[in-house]
Every structure is written in C-alpha cells, then in structure tokens.
C-alpha cells in the first residue's frame, strides 16, 4: 500500500474511489483478470475486472478471488456495444447480486445500462473517445469520464490525441476527467495532472507484466517494440460492431493488408479459426488477443499496444511499474511546483 506515500499525486479521484494513487487499470478483456487487478489493488491503484463478454459464472469467479486477494475497491468492465443484450443483462444482474460497487463502460452510451446500476448505488466510469460521447456519458450519470486518446491501444473510439480530447473535455464537464491514451510512465502521469486532469487510465502499461493473464509471445513483443510498430485497423473486427478499430502491433495480417488498414466488412471476412483457449476456436480477424490458455498461430492475432510501448523495455510485476510511475511524476510535479507554478487546479481537475 502507498497511502500517505505520495501526497502530490492525491486527487479527488482516489477519494472517490478509494485508491492512493489516481493511476487506473483499464478493464483489458482476457487480460485484466484477478491477479493482475490485486495487484494494481495492492500498490495503490484503481483495478477494473476486464469482462466484456464473459460468462456470468467466470464473472462470479473472478469477482470473488479478487476479493480472496484484497479488499481494495475495483470495478468491472463491461461493454454493451459488444455483447449480446441477454448476455450483458445477466452479468449486470450477476455483478449487482455480488454486491460490485462500481462499474466501467465503453463505447456506445446506454443509458438504461448506466440507470441501473447507478440506481443499485454503485459508481459509474465511462470511457468515451468523443466530445459527444464524454457529453452523453456524463448526462446519463457517469460519476468519472475517461477520456481515450487514439494513441491507445485495444479498441479506439475517437482520432483525437489523449491530451488534446481531454482538454476540450474538461472545458465543459463537472465530473472527473481521468486520460487514457499511450500513458505508460510518470511522464504521462505528471502531464495529466498538471493540465487538470484527475488521473491516468493505462492498459499496455499493465499487459507487459507478470501478473497480466497475456501470453508471454505478446508480452515479451511489447518490450520489444517502439511507437511506430503499432497500426490503426478494423481488420480485426469479429465480435465486435463493423468498423470498431483497434490498435495492435504489425504483424503478418496487418503488413497483408498494404495501405488498407481500414474499411473492413465484417461479413466479407472468412470464420477461420487459427488458435484455440481451452478447446474453444479463436478466429482469424477476431478481437481476441492471446492469453496465457492459447495455443495456435499466436502471431497472427491482434497484439495489442498502444503508442506508448516503445517506453516499455520489460516485464515487470505490476506494482513495481506502479510505484515507477509515482515515483517519476512526483519528482516531475516536484519541479513543477519548484519553478513557481501553481499545482492547486490541477488537483481539483473538473471541479
């Protein structure tokens, strides 16, 4: 635990929360499961379960050891616009029977989805690409907006830069505004704070870690690669709505497409399967990244990586990286505030 530990890092948002420090896991599906979360939990940070079409019984599993390995609070990440509308009924209905306090969405802003669980009490963060979409959001009862950059990696909504969406974001919300978007180290962190923003949102940071239920191949890929190995395309789509893009690592399927990186129909693509988790097939062009279970054509699937992976050299536990990043921004803030400029807006962010 880090309470106490960095005092210029303390926003509004670890009060909300109950984290000690505004640094979050975002809620990677396959990946974020409950080790990588307890240990988020464990150095000071906010851990969101990664659920986004799971069963609701894995849900029930997962929610309860992450509780058995901490009592931190979490989230659980869910994603209507890629579930079936039955399935994400009951893992709503399995989260609030487990007593979940507070929940994360992406993409499409359902509002029903955001009204039932904040009727049950719990928190709402809501992850949005768009001005519009942090609007809606917001309107609909999100409790924290983070703002996605298109430098990140997995699903990217927006075009916009991290920063440059954040800013117009916090022009005009009352809620907090957490960054997301090639955020990998205190650099990113001291940034965030400093333009007003309450707190980061990271995924790569976290899928290269040893508790990150990723496959070593795409993990030992990340510390290997630099900004400029990573593509914008919606080849891998299946699972998901036609023309959702995803930042991932070149790899043979992406340098195959040439110059066509976008503009893929779903149901043009073949239902190839090219790798298998536990017996159940994994598609060629599906989102599915590979896990620690997989086994086939790992290459071939989507790596994903956002644009900050060329700052990530190896594989570490994930509160050493943590730790990293705090440690960094408190040094970085510390200038700051050394050369007379004031910190105080920046952590109130959109108060």
């Given at each position: 635990m880090t309470d106490g530990l960095y005092p210029a890092l303390r926003t509004p948002l670890c009060d909300l929360l109950g984290c000690d420090v505004p640094i979050l896991l975002a809620g990677m599906g396959g990946v974020s499961r409950w080790e990588l979360a307890a240990a988020v939990a464990k150095a000071g940070g906010y851990p969101t379960l990664g659920m986004v079409r799971e069963a609701p019984e894995l849900i029930a599993r997962e929610v309860q050891a992450l509780r058995a390995a901490t009592d931190r609070s979490f989230a659980v990440n869910l994603i209507p616009a890629a579930t079936d509308p039955d399935l994400l009924d009951a893992q709503i209905a399995c989260c609030l029977d487990l007593g979940v306090g507070a929940f994360s969405f992406f993409w499409d802003v359902v509002p029903s989805a955001v009204e039932r669980v904040k009727a049950a009490g719990c928190l709402v963060l809501h992850q949005a690409g768009t001005v519009q979409a942090a609007r809606d959001a917001e309107a609909a009862g999100a409790d924290v907006l983070?703002?996605?950059?298109?430098?990140?990696?997995?699903?990217?909504?927006?075009?916009?830069?991290?920063?440059?969406?954040?800013?117009?974001?916090?022009?005009?919300?009352?809620?907090?505004?957490?960054?997301?978007?090639?955020?990998?180290?205190?650099?990113?962190?001291?940034?965030?704070?400093?333009?007003?923003?309450?707190?980061?949102?990271?995924?790569?940071?976290?899928?290269?870690?040893?508790?990150?239920?990723?496959?070593?191949?795409?993990?030992?890929?990340?510390?290997?690669?630099?900004?400029?190995?990573?593509?914008?395309t919606d080849v891998f789509v299946l699972n998901w709505p036609r023309g959702a893009a995803v930042r991932v690592l070149a790899n043979t399927v992406t340098e195959a497409l040439g110059d066509r990186l976008l503009g893929h129909d779903p149901d043009a693509l073949p239902r190839e399967p090219i790798a298998w988790d536990d017996g159940v097939p994994r598609l060629r062009f599906s989102t599915d990244s590979p896990l620690r279970t997989t086994t086939g054509d790992l290459e071939a699937m989507a790596l994903y990586a956002g644009q900050g992976v060329g700052r990530i050299t190896d594989v570490v536990p994930a509160g050493e990286r943590l730790r990293l990043m705090a440690d960094e921004a408190t040094v970085l803030l510390g200038r700051f505030r050394s050369d007379g400029c004031g910190h105080e807006e920046a952590r109130h962010g959109g108060e």
């Amino acid at each position: 635990m880090t309470d106490g530990l960095y005092p210029a890092l303390r926003t509004p948002l670890c009060d909300l929360l109950g984290c000690d420090v505004p640094i979050l896991l975002a809620g990677m599906g396959g990946v974020s499961r409950w080790e990588l979360a307890a240990a988020v939990a464990k150095a000071g940070g906010y851990p969101t379960l990664g659920m986004v079409r799971e069963a609701p019984e894995l849900i029930a599993r997962e929610v309860q050891a992450l509780r058995a390995a901490t009592d931190r609070s979490f989230a659980v990440n869910l994603i209507p616009a890629a579930t079936d509308p039955d399935l994400l009924d009951a893992q709503i209905a399995c989260c609030l029977d487990l007593g979940v306090g507070a929940f994360s969405f992406f993409w499409d802003v359902v509002p029903s989805a955001v009204e039932r669980v904040k009727a049950a009490g719990c928190l709402v963060l809501h992850q949005a690409g768009t001005v519009q979409a942090a609007r809606d959001a917001e309107a609909a009862g999100a409790d924290v907006l983070i703002a996605q950059g298109v430098e990140a990696g997995g699903h990217v909504h927006g075009r916009i830069g991290a920063f440059a969406l954040t800013a117009e974001i916090l022009s005009g919300s009352r809620v907090p505004v957490v960054v997301s978007g090639g955020i990998v180290d205190g650099r990113g962190l001291a940034a965030a704070l400093a333009m007003g923003a309450v707190g980061v949102h990271c995924g790569t940071a976290f899928l290269a870690t040893t508790e990150s239920f990723a496959h070593d191949r795409h993990k030992r890929r990340l510390a290997a690669a630099h900004a400029a190995d990573t593509v914008l395309t919606d080849v891998f789509v299946l699972n998901w709505p036609r023309g959702a893009a995803v930042r991932v690592l070149a790899n043979t399927v992406t340098e195959a497409l040439g110059d066509r990186l976008l503009g893929h129909d779903p149901d043009a693509l073949p239902r190839e399967p090219i790798a298998w988790d536990d017996g159940v097939p994994r598609l060629r062009f599906s989102t599915d990244s590979p896990l620690r279970t997989t086994t086939g054509d790992l290459e071939a699937m989507a790596l994903y990586a956002g644009q900050g992976v060329g700052r990530i050299t190896d594989v570490v536990p994930a509160g050493e990286r943590l730790r990293l990043m705090a440690d960094e921004a408190t040094v970085l803030l510390g200038r700051f505030r050394s050369d007379g400029c004031g910190h105080e807006e920046a952590r109130h962010g959109g108060e």
